[in-house]
């Protein structure tokens, strides 16, 4: 059984990375797709390999921090084809750096995309998904971001606020035939690491910070994995089997990786040092 076939899904951020790879994956699986990102352009290229390859896609301009502009897009989706059947919050950013250096702007930015672009695509689709008594809502945050991360503070705190929004919602939507699901995946070879901000650090190097020894999975590897996890409604996605595993200790043994942490911002501060 295909549960994508056929069915209406709204990937936000589908103009590149994971947003790509779920908006490809789905088509592949028979799903109908809105490529929704803030990059028409972007959208709409992904939209057109997708047709030329057989599947059905159509783009969509979409800023996720505009509440009015996300209801709109869900609304728009229900009235074309009747109904919605997944909602999937991908778009983010990110911006990293010692606390002490970050401007608040720079946390309100974070938040705004990553925190209340998730909540009001959730919130739009999840009163849509409650008149159908049917749906499921797929939430992105990070592995990562189910551990302490010290010099990527608005990131993990933005993140870590999705994951606490989506198992609480899953609940709540468990009786009323609304799933919900939260995605942690490990690191995946995306831009977000070459479009990163990261306060008084060369951009270089923190670069390297992130992704040293460290794989990077194929953002089509991730897209497979979400979505098998959500074909089993899974609560948290989390991947790959390493990370997994890492966070199955982390959660016995709170403190086993306090050293890891420590020597993470200490080599940090090094550049930043030299920054200055």
Partial sequence: MNPFQDKVAIVTGGG??????LCEELAKRSSRVIVADIKLEEAERVASNIAKSGGVARASLLDVTNERDVVSLVNEAVSSYGHL??????????IGGDVRDLTTEQWHEVLDVNLNGVLYGTLAAYRVMLKQASGHI?????????FPDPSDAPYCTSKHAVIGLSLSLRFEGADLGVRVSVVCPGLVRTNIYQNMVVAN???????????R???????????RAILNGVARNQSI????????????????????????????????????????
Avoid at 85 to 94: K, P
Avoid at 202 to 211: D, F, G, I, R, T
């Fill in 237 to 276: 996605i989390v991947f790959p089997t390493s990370i997994r595993w890492i966070w199955r200790l982390y959660r016995l043994f709170p403190s086993l990786l306090d050293g890891e942490w420590r020597s993470h911002i200490r080599e940090f501060r090094k550049y930043r040092e030299i920054a200055h």
């Fill in 201 to 211: 650090v060369p951009h270089e190097q923190a670069k390297a910070l992130v992704s």
């Fill in 85 to 94: 059947d997944y909602m999937f919050n991908n778009a983010g950013i990110a």
């Fill in 16 to 21: 590149s990375g994971i947003g790509q790879a």
């Fill in 213 to 223: 020894n460290r794989k990077q999975m194929r953002s089509s590897e991730a897209a």
């Fill in 138 to 146: 797929v939430n992105t945050a990070s592995a990562a971001r189910l």
